[in-house]
């Protein structure tokens, strides 16, 4: 079992910068990937970024260049820097990790992102 605490969100406006982290319980040196997730209302859930337990990285191509996720195993803890914010990246966004072998997800709650023009 793992649970994932995300933070960070808030509002901000149009080309602003944020910085999301995902704090989970369980060493993350152990998971195969984490990722984050966003979902705006009326829309599927959509994958942002994901980063690999090797560090590889996998964006969606209307964040790339202005989104970087990272993780710091030490703390548990992975990031999302969020620069030149826009109305359409608002949405409600969730960490999530994936044991690849056991093919099992886990979801944080989610947190705020509104970008205001």
């Known amino acids: 079992q793992v649970q994932l605490v995300e933070s960070g969100g808030g509002l901000v406006q149009v080309g602003g910068s944020l910085r999301l982290s995902c704090l989970s319980s369980?060493?993350?040196?152990?998971?195969?990937?984490m990722g984050w997730y966003r979902q705006a209302p009326g829309k599927q859930r959509e994958l942002v970024a994901l980063i690999t337990s090797v560090g590889s990285t996998n964006y969606a191509r209307s964040v790339k260049g202005r989104f970087t996720i990272s993780r710091d195993n030490a703390k548990n803890t992975v990031y999302l820097q969020m620069n030149s914010l826009k109305p359409e990246d608002t949405a409600v966004y969730y960490c999530n990790a994936e044991f690849y072998t056991a093919g099992t997800t886990y979801w944080g709650q989610g947190t705020q992102v509104t970008v205001s023009s």
């Open positions: 369980r060493s993350i040196f152990s998971i195969n990937a």
